[in-house]
């Protein structure tokens, strides 16, 4: 399996505060990853560790298989695009202005790369007005502009959609999908925010007091995560041999001695009760169990919400 990006141990400390302890991220080639956790959890420090703004403490990382220890290698950055914490520009040039002398101190001579950007984030119809006039939302869509000018392969953005509102939210999630599916980019979003990560992330990574509390690809989580109806049974083939022949149910699986977890009929649960019990089996509960994500994380952080 290609890495694209992977910590080992990876650690900051202020003052003999551990404000990052211990992380293993795993990001794959072609992962859009959602590195979620509350504000002031660890998510930016992590990201400027990534990004050699700041060193860490203590711990390795590695970059398109290469460990990058200390330092930084100049080909390896140069394959990431960032945005980590609020977009600086200068203000009195325009969006055009500002990509072109990051152009330059990228050493990239094609000018296209500017119009191609632009166009990719929506802004190519005020390309020409200066920054200081844009809107916040539009400032942090210029900043995704920057970090796509270089065609990059992995994307590191810290809490991309703050300042947008909803229209531009869908738009730059639609954005990150077909930067994924159609160009292979691989990202890395940091988020508080639950509704965005569900909606994007092929692989989560949770956050909690500088912990990493769980890496997990995002299939599993919406396993993890499913509502079922619970059923303790007295016995539990029959319970089983009965779903399938009387009901027609495929979708469970025999969770323990006597308990199945049922993941259709949701809503019929009389009906299934009603099935079992007519055939000789002892029902001794039904109810309707399972996490929403919101659930599953504040199990994760012992109760502690993302906003």
């Known amino acids: 399996m290609d890495y694209v990006l992977r910590t ?22 072609g992962d859009i990853y959602g590195f979620l956790g509350q504000n002031g959890a660890g998510k930016t420090t992590t990201l400027r560790m990534l990004m050699g703004l700041i060193r860490p403490t203590e711990g390795e990382i590695e970059l398109f298989g290469q460990e990058l220890n200390r330092g930084r290698s100049k080909a390896a950055m140069e394959r990431i695009g960032a945005i980590i914490e ?70 590191i953005l810290d809490e991309p959609t703050n ?38 992330a092929t692989r989560v990574g949770i956050i909690h007091q500088g912990s990493l509390m769980e890496e997990i690809d995002y299939a599993d989580l919406q396993r993890k995560t499913r509502h079922y109806l619970e059923l303790r049974v007295d016995d539990d083939k029959k319970a089983a ?14 969770a323990g ?32 169990s399972g996490d929403s994500l919101e659930d599953y994380f504040l199990k994760l952080t012992g109760g502690a919400p993302l906003a």
């Open 163 to 200: 300042g947008l509102d909803p229209a531009g939210i869908k738009e730059i999630r639609q954005l990150f999908l077909n930067l994924a599916r159609l160009r292979g980019i691989t990202i890395m979003i940091s988020s508080h925010l639950l509704s965005e990560v569900e909606q994007l």
């Open 8 to 29: 080992n141990r990876l650690s900051k400390r202020y003052g003999g505060k551990a404000v990052v302890h211990n992380l293993h991220l795993n990001i794959r080639q």
């Open 86 to 155: 609020y977009p600086g520009f200068y203000l009195n040039l325009s969006a055009v202005e500002n990509l072109d002398i990051h152009r330059r101190l990228m050493g990239m001579g094609n000018k296209e790369y500017i119009e191609e950007a632009l166009s990719s984030v929506g802004l190519i119809d005020a390309s020409n007005q200066k920054v200081k006039d844009y809107s916040l939302g539009m400032k942090q869509r210029l900043g995704i502009a920057r970090a796509l000018l270089h065609h990059p392969e992995l994307l």
């Open 257 to 288: 001695p006597g308990i199945l977890h049922l993941y259709d009929f949701l809503e019929q649960s009389t009906k299934v009760n009603f099935t079992l019990t007519s055939e000789g089996v002892g029902v001794k509960e039904i109810r309707l």
């Open 241 to 254: 041999y009965l779903l399938e022949q009387k009901l027609g149910v495929s979708d469970y699986r025999v």
